[in-house]
């Protein structure tokens, strides 16, 4: 027997060093399985976990099984960045299957407090998601969706029969595609056939950026706010499709943590999310706690993570019906690895995500009809809370910017909120509304509960930790006047015509083919792209330091700092061609382009004046790699690609002793990428000939270590607790940080890094508590923090006092830039793009003289 027992053991260890295990690992027992439905070793040729599945094997399995299974159906809603599917294997009852439209419209009913009164819930089935993987790099989530796919399409029995006849399911296999693909490559390129788990092995050493994020390193967990990527759009538009009753949300964690469920830390709650939604959170997790029990398995919950921020996947749900369940496992990042509470395996961590995916359909078919009642009366009670709310409505208006505003507009209406054309002009709060480029949001509406969640302002919390941001006020990220509405009277025929798709801003050229110079404003987001697309074609510009006024013919107006000037003559083309390449660029990018007869103007510097600077077109160059911010390199990178069509050219540090930086114009830095003291003194020779540095963010610090400028850092705040306790450590030093707040900044409109603004207070958001003195010579401040800075979210008052009058963004003699905050904050902080658009774009013209 004890040799028996020792052979048993050497079986065992060496099954965890090859991490190979079969699938009877993983499946619950006593459980009957359809031989006509392959189990993931037929088709990927590997057991789970023995390998990491690739995006393509993984999504190739669940379109197969939806071929082979009357169970199953496959939905494509999107692709990725880099055409991968997006999609979900819907699996229910063949009969649910037959009859799913008309249960999808029947389920439908429960949000529309008008027709869910006639909803027979005792005879609908539940909807649950199961979301895995939207970090690319959580690799046991992806891996364990076809787990789940195969049990729900293959087993047999009475048991499965009642689960699939009430419950509908809707299984994402892989919320993030490209990072999953980048990440499988990696630790499936460095697996040896014996795995090493040495936590040193070059397998558990990810390269930059890792595969967490998507194609242009955005985090996609933070993108359900206001969604920017086809990844998140997409998904938005099946969960309004779909309305599942209960969401999963897969994730891993630290490799020396065990497995957390939600409910999260008591009292960090979304004070927006129902009370109803924590207790059923907390029932769910009941079911969670028996299934681990069950397995051994180490679990927490309550600690660690919360759902006050409502733009993550775990808690968008929470707002608006559902119920949504964060899993957080340890994570491999690899296939074996040592932790100080042992081995930690990919099987291992796979079966723990498939148990609790187990655990939530058990948790939906034995709470069903409650949780199908919790939907219904949740739109019921947004109708009713928002008769008692004393806000009845947001107004908002942008009347020198088209185009932001209709990107503002595309977002509210990808949540389902309702927005409507003003029928009259309104003054308000010392803001004039007009009804030709004003809207109106009503509260009384059925997403009631987010529309408050994306206009209020917030500076009271019931706690002083945040798990991410803790203030998300839209109009202030786009940088659009918005006031709320208290009075019913006030409305009374105020909403028109509801906007049920974003206008599109419609360009013009208001200029005749003989027109002796053309001109467009700045003000406009796009009027970058219009500016780079003309550079493009070897367009010669200038741009206005000083306001004039034009008046002849159609153009009768002031055109103030920032204006573009484009002469007729000097150009290879003819005046022909030119005009008709001014009205192409006027309708692709939805600005106005003016058309002048003459030179002279009125008032103001005429077009001849040496106001006007003759710009270079921009060419970018960005280190990134090993050092330098993913995150913030990703916005930048992703502002430039997607938006506004200039290329930007990426290098690693290794590389840049090998330069040719007379390539480029404009040099970029985040974090703190390691380059050479000969690389230092290029850059700075290559800043005397013309070049523009610009640092971004955490880029400062390196900015100042290498004396590229003098910056005065506002030493951080400190602790003052006097009777504090051991435990509370870590929480008490949290507490000084500023989780992502907004703060209200002054302009020099006057001053080239803020060309285009037109109202000289700007919101901006600050993630960090990071704080700079401004510069001695008062014109290298032009954007800074006003004296009572905090617009909402949580500071402390000892932050407060260190940021008030500091410098938001500063330039260093002659084009060197500093902006010390992210203004393309996670691509939605759409206000401050323009202060970083205008460093890359005019920064050629910032000189300390």
């Not at 009430?166 to 999953?180: A, E, R, T």
């Not at 034009?550 to 002031?558: I, L, S, T």
């Not at 692709?588 to 077009?607: A, Q, R, W």
């Not at 500063?810 to 401050?832: E, K, L, M, Q």
């Amino acid at each position: 027997m004890k040799r028996v027992g020792f052979f048993l053991a050497v079986l065992l260890v060496s099954s965890i060093v090859k991490a190979q295990v079969t699938i009877d690992y993983f499946l619950p027992k006593d459980i009957v399985y359809n031989k006509e439905i392959p189990a993931p070793k037929q088709f990927t040729g590997h057991e789970v976990g023995e390998w990491h599945l690739t995006h393509d094997r993984l999504y190739s399995y669940m379109v197969e099984l939806a071929r082979i299974s009357d169970r199953a159906i496959w939905e494509e809603y999107g692709k990725s960045y880099e055409d991968r599917p997006l999609g979900q294997l819907i699996i229910s009852s063949p009969e649910n299957i037959k009859n799913i439209e008309q249960l999808r419209q029947q389920h439908l009913m429960l949000c529309d407090p008008l027709k869910s009164g006639d909803a027979d819930i005792k005879n609908m089935p539940l909807f649950i998601k199961l979301g895995y993987g939207i970090h690319g790099n959580e690799s046991s989530a992806q891996n364990a969706s076809v787990l789940i796919a195969y049990y729900l399409t293959a087993a047999e029995g009475s048991k499965i029969d009642d689960l699939l006849k009430n419950i509908v399911i809707l299984i994402d296999p892989s919320l993030n595609p490209d990072g999953m693909q980048r990440h499988s490559t990696w630790v499936n390129s460095t697996r040896s056939l014996n795995n090493n788990p040495d936590p040193n092995s070059w397998e558990f050493s990810e390269p930059w950026p890792g595969g967490r994020t998507n194609h242009y390193w955005f985090d996609l967990n933070r993108d359900y706010l206001m969604p920017q990527h086809p990844e998140s759009a997409g998904r938005l538009e099946a969960f309004y499709r779909w309305r599942p009753n209960i969401i999963t949300d897969h994730h891993e964690m630290g490799a020396n943590s065990t497995f957390f469920f939600q409910p999260g830390v008591p009292g960090r709650n979304n004070t927006l999310t129902s009370a109803e939604n924590r207790t059923l959170t907390a029932e769910i997790a009941k079911y969670h706690e028996k299934y681990l029990n069950a397995t051994g398995s180490l679990y927490f919950s309550e600690e660690g993570y919360d759902d006050f921020y409502v733009g993550k996947g775990s808690a968008y749900p929470d707002i608006h019906g559902s119920v949504g369940i964060l899993f957080e496992q340890a994570g491999v990042k690899g296939h074996l690895k040592e932790t100080p509470g042992g081995l930690l395996s990919f099987p291992f961590a796979i079966k723990n995500q498939f148990t609790v995916s187990l655990s939530t359909l058990e948790a939906g078919l034995n709470m069903k009809d409650r949780l199908l009642d919790s939907q219904r009366n949740f739109y019921k009670n947004a109708i009713a809370q928002a008769d008692k709310y004393p806000a009845k409505a947001f107004i908002f208006t942008d009347p020198s910017d088209n185009g932001k505003t209709s990107v503002f507009i595309k977002n509210l209406l990808r949540h389902q909120i309702r927005v409507f054309k003003l029928t009259r002009d309104i003054r308000k709060d010392g803001v004039d509304y007009k009804a030709d480029n004003s809207y109106i949001v009503p509260l009384k509406q059925n997403e009631y509960w987010y529309a408050r969640s994306l206009f209020e302002t917030v500076k009271e919390f019931s706690d002083s930790l945040f798990y991410d941001i803790s203030t998300w006020v839209a109009p202030m990220s786009f940088n659009i006047q918005y006031t709320v509405m208290n009075s019913i009277k006030d409305m009374e025929g105020l909403a028109g015509k509801e906007i049920l798709q974003s206008p599109l801003p419609e360009g013009s050229l208001i200029a005749s083919k003989d027109s002796y110079a053309y001109l467009f404003e700045w003000n406009e987001y796009f009027a970058p792209k219009a500016l780079y697309k003309l550079q493009n074609e070897g367009i010669i510009a200038r741009v206005s330091t000083n306001k004039f006024v034009c008046d002849e013919g159609k153009v009768n107006k002031e055109f103030s700092y920032g204006t573009i000037l484009i002469p007729a003559s000097g150009h290879n083309m003819t005046k022909d061609d030119l005009f008709n390449l001014m009205e192409s660029v006027a309708k692709e990018c939805g600005i106005t382009i003016y058309g002048v007869s003459t030179g002279f103007t009125p008032e103001g510097i005429d077009l001849g004046s040496n106001a006007f600077t003759v710009l270079q077109k921009p060419s970018v160059i960005m280190f990134v790699g090993d050092g330098s911010n993913s995150s913030e390199a990703g916005e930048i990178w992703h502002l430039f690609d997607t938006r506004f069509n200039v290329p930007v050219t990426m290098v690693s540090p290794s590389k840049a002793g090998t330069l040719n930086l007379n390539r480029y114009n404009v040099l970029i830095i985040t974090g703190s990428p390691e380059v050479s003291s000969v690389t230092i003194e290029n850059i700075k020779a290559w800043n005397r000939k013309g070049g523009t540095i610009i640092a971004y963010a955490g880029g400062n610090t390196w900015l100042s270590k290498n004396k590229l400028a003098e910056i005065e850092f506002v030493p951080a705040s400190v602790s003052h607790v006097k009777n504090g306790v051991y435990v509370d450590r870590a929480a008490d030093n949290l507490a000084q940080q500023i989780p992502g707040s907004i703060f209200e900044t002054k302009l020099d409109l006057s001053h080239p890094l803020c060309y285009g603004y037109t109202r000289n207070i700007l919101p901006v958001f600050k993630s960090d508590a990071v704080a700079v003195n401004k510069d001695p010579n008062v014109y290298n401040n032009p954007v800074s923090y006003t004296s009572d800075p905090l617009l909402s979210g949580y500071c402390t008052k000892e932050n407060i006092e260190r940021i008030k009058g500091t410098s938001f963004a500063s330039v260093h003699g002659d084009r060197v830039i500093s902006i010390y905050d992210d203004a393309n904050f996670r691509a939605i902080w759409y206000g401050t793009n323009k202060i970083f658009l205008n460093a890359v774009f005019f920064g050629q013209m910032i000189v300390s003289k």
